[in-house]
């Protein structure tokens, strides 16, 4: 009986942690959907606010600071000792944020508004995807982009419930997103209890030796600094387009706006794809050999766009979009096994440091379409995915089988 009983008990158990990951991949699309509608609906706040440029700067400044660099503090904390309902906290105050943001009557409370909505992201990415992991199987690379694709979705979807909800209805209906809020903070409830479960099932299990990690400090270290190098090479390229695409559709092939955001979401549903390979392959061949053809391997074709025509744009963007996508997972998780035991940490840290170099390369990038025009954006940036060279100094991978 106790034969049999064990495969059952252990597909129970594999088909609730699968529900898990499904769960958190929902919860982050409505993180990352709250996270981006709220630059989409800065042309509101401006004519609602009479603000400059400056002051939507500022704004989205205050943003990108409270969800980026908490990450790794949150990180470290519950690498220490879980917390189990503190994604449903973080959810909360996304919703507060919401609630501010649809009722603000003075430009001062839009920075309480979206420091709530950006501290709630700070939460969220570090104690998910841990929890992502640890649901994972051993399928470190698989359940990670089946965690960052539901992000991907949500950040395509903020913009465009922007345009038909926010835009012709007002500032006051961002208060019907609060549903979306409500309903992360009931999963991810039920999450928590799962995790809570979990961790009670573990402690009472003898306790295993921590695993080491097989480098020497310095090579840790060095190692850290050459993936953030490939990050910084995928988010800011990943910036020009998201941010200044339609711009550049528009100015250089005379395209409608309404053209522009399908050939923009075409590139998204891309990033999609690419997101969900990236894992899968990583776990099959190696995560180096994925983030050597994804931040490398993409460099022809972002050398080619600047001089296509509309047909090769929207192909050679959707080429990119699936190729440089697939990195992310492969070097968050090749990271993550670097590391071992500081799952959080690690995830707080590259996930708040992509979050960070994304805003700080729209803020560069349009300073230089100022300067020197859109065009002149894509055709230095097509140089970026050059530091791709810098995988060669990655050390052979050691894979960790046992969930973290």
Avoid at 108 to 127: Q, Y
Avoid at 134 to 141: D, K, L, P, Q
Avoid at 142 to 161: D, I, R, T, W, Y
Avoid at 345 to 353: A, E, K, P, V, Y
Wanted: charged share 10%; with cysteine; proline share 4%.
């Amino acid at each position: 009986m106790t034969e049999i009983a064990t495969p059952a008990r252990e597909r129970t158990e594999s088909q609730t942690a699968l529900l898990v990951l499904l769960a958190l991949s929902l919860c982050h699309l409505l993180n990352d959907m709250i996270q981006s509608l709220l630059p989409a609906i800065y042309p509101v706040l401006q004519v609602n606010y009479s603000l400059t440029f400056t002051q939507i700067g500022l704004l989205h400044f205050t943003f990108q600071v409270t969800a980026s660099i908490l990450q790794p503090a949150v990180g470290i904390v519950t690498d220490r000792k879980p917390r189990f309902r503190l994604l449903t906290i973080g959810m909360g105050c996304s919703l507060v944020g919401l609630l501010l943001l649809a009722s603000a009557q003075h430009y001062a409370f839009l920075f309480f508004a979206v420091a709530f909505v950006g501290l709630g992201s700070s939460i969220f990415h570090p104690d998910s995807s841990r929890l992502a992991r640890a649901a994972s199987g051993g399928r470190y690379g698989l359940a990670q982009s089946v965690f960052q694709v539901g992000g991907n979705a949500g950040s395509a979807l903020g913009p465009l419930l922007a345009a038909y909800v926010v835009l012709p209805l007002g500032q006051p209906s961002v208060v019907w997103f609060s549903a979306a809020a409500l309903l992360g903070m009931l999963v991810l409830w039920h999450v928590g209890s799962w995790a809570k479960r979990r961790h009670l099932a573990a402690r009472s299990r003898p306790r295993e030796a921590a695993a080491a990690s097989p480098y020497p400090r310095r090579t840790v270290l060095f190692t850290i600094f050459i993936l953030a190098m490939l990050i910084f090479s995928k988010y800011v390229y990943l910036t020009s387009l998201t941010s200044y695409y339609t711009f550049y559709l528009i100015e250089t092939f005379g395209v409608s706006i309404q053209q522009s955001q399908l050939l923009l979401f075409v590139f998204l549903g891309a990033v999609a794809v690419g997101t969900i390979l990236g894992g899968p392959i990583g776990d099959r061949i190696g995560r180096k050999a994925v983030i050597w053809v994804s931040i490398l391997g993409v460099l022809p074709f972002t050398l080619a766009l600047p001089h296509a025509d509309l047909f090769w744009t929207a192909i050679l963007s959707a080429v990119i979009g699936v190729i440089l996508a697939s990195a992310f997972s492969a070097i968050v998780v090749y990271a993550q096994e670097l590391v071992p035991g500081r799952v959080g940490l690690i995830s707080g840290l590259f996930f708040g440091f992509a979050f960070g170099m994304g805003g700080l390369g729209a803020a560069v990038l349009g300073v230089i379409a100022d300067a020197r025009g859109i065009g002149f954006v894509y055709r230095v940036c097509a140089f970026l995915p050059l530091i791709g060279l810098l995988t060669v100094f990655l050390p052979k991978e050691v894979r960790h089988r046992r969930a973290a």
